[in-house]
């Protein structure tokens, strides 16, 4: 048995306070059902534990009226198992009872009910504490809801703010993780294996010696722009965008196994996505210009740096260092690896484009690093 037994319309009957009342014996039902009818609600019933619960996962109601002896599942039996799903665990149950005993009382309770009724039930009292219910519940629907849409808020205020320096990919998981583990970039510092990319516009200078302000403005964005999307369309994170250079890093702030490909196809992506760019820019202005790229990877420490009025999640250390360098000795064109970085990616570099420059000792260093130079023209990352 599985009706209806509220009047009306049924589609009138969806935005109503809803009861399942559920109880082996038919006059039972009838009676209460007259009584919360009375009072405008919906009724719908089951005569056991069983289609209880099915009737309750199908389409939750506001409130179960629940007789504790029935055969089958008991109504402790059912009030244990809805409590302890997430799912239904927020609809009140009403023990309708005609054990009086505390020890009974107390099964009731560590079954999760949230009321009692005796029988013979009593209408100002079934509507008394069916009412008093009923508060609690739209107070705790309005809460939730409430806390959704602060969370919704959130949650897509953390979307925009990141979306600005990461792909959307990573913006999105960055907003998972602050609603399950905390915001990632508000840990402390530590340190990891990181895959660090410099890239960098060769012929800047000229560029803004030759233009007026305005122009250098809105061409520096345009190469920010294609560079920015290249980083993004591999799931790089920028960390820093000076002059008319550009720091990404891979591998940060979550693990990518293959971050030392992400990176090279990075640059790759870079120049191509630059090159028609560089020609507009040459037939407008007369310029020569083009992405110098220096990579290198190793462990670098990741966190929150700077004071109480200003601070960056930002890494450091020696593959930042170094890439940096040899972003500043690359030409145009050009992509300049260290040495440990090359080995990853050396299957995916046609031999014919690599050079070998030999050991490099870079400004700062006490040892010199081999260095690689590929160039960066005529390829399309995969």
């Not at 009872?97 to 099964?107: A, C, F, I, K």
């Not at 990181?194 to 190469?223: C, I, K, P, S």
């Not at 420490?301 to 940096?324: E, L, R, W």
Request: hydrophobic content about 45%.
């Amino acid at each position: 048995m599985n009706e209806q037994v509220a009047a009306g319309n049924p589609a009138d009957a969806q935005a109503e306070y809803r009861v399942l009342v559920v109880d082996d014996d038919p006059d039972m039902v009838a009676f209460l059902a007259l009584m919360l009818q009375g009072e405008g609600m919906a009724v719908e019933t089951a005569v056991d534990g069983e289609s209880a619960l099915r009737q309750v996962m199908t389409a939750p109601p506001d409130l179960v009226l629940l007789d504790v002896m029935m055969p089958g599942a008991s109504g402790f039996d059912v009030c244990r198992q809805l409590k302890g799903d997430e799912t239904t665990a927020m609809i009140p149950i009403v023990l309708v009872t005609s054990l009086e005993d505390g020890e009974n009382r107390v099964r009731g309770i560590e079954a999760g009910a949230d009321d009692f009724i005796s029988k013979p039930v009593k209408r100002e009292e079934l509507i008394a504490r069916v009412k008093t219910l009923r508060r609690l519940h739209d107070t705790r629907k309005e809460l939730e809801n409430r806390r959704l849409a602060a969370e919704v808020q959130r949650k897509e205020a953390i979307r925009k703010a990141f979306s600005r320096y990461i792909s959307p990919r990573l913006a999105d998981r960055i907003t998972e993780a602050a609603g399950e583990h905390g915001d990632p970039f508000q840990g402390r510092a530590q340190r990891t294996s990181v895959v660090a990319l410099f890239a960098d516009l060769r012929g800047f200078t000229r560029l803004t010696e030759q233009n007026e302000v305005g122009a250098v403005v809105a061409m520096l964005n345009e190469y920010f722009a294609v560079i920015t999307e290249a980083a993004y369309q591999h799931d790089g994170t920028i960390f820093n965008m000076a002059g008319d250079s550009l720091l990404v890093g891979f591998n940060v702030p979550f693990p990518q196994p293959d971050a030392a490909e992400r990176a090279w196809r990075t640059a790759l992506d870079m120049a191509a996505r630059f090159e028609p760019v560089a020609a507009a820019w040459q037939e407008r202005h007369g310029l020569v210009v083009g992405v110098g790229i220096g990579m290198c990877a190793g462990e670098a420490i990741i966190g929150n740096v700077g004071s109480m009025h200003y601070a960056s999640y930002t890494i450091i250390g020696n593959p930042v260092n170094t890439a940096a360098r040899l972003m500043q000795m690359a030409a145009a064109g050009e992509v300049l690896v260290c040495g440990p970085l090359f080995e990853r990616i050396r299957h995916l570099v046609p031999a014919a484009q690599v050079a070998m420059r030999g050991d490099v000792t870079l400004r700062g260093k006490s040892e010199s690093i081999p260095v690689f130079a590929v160039s960066a023209g005529a390829q399309v990352p995969a």
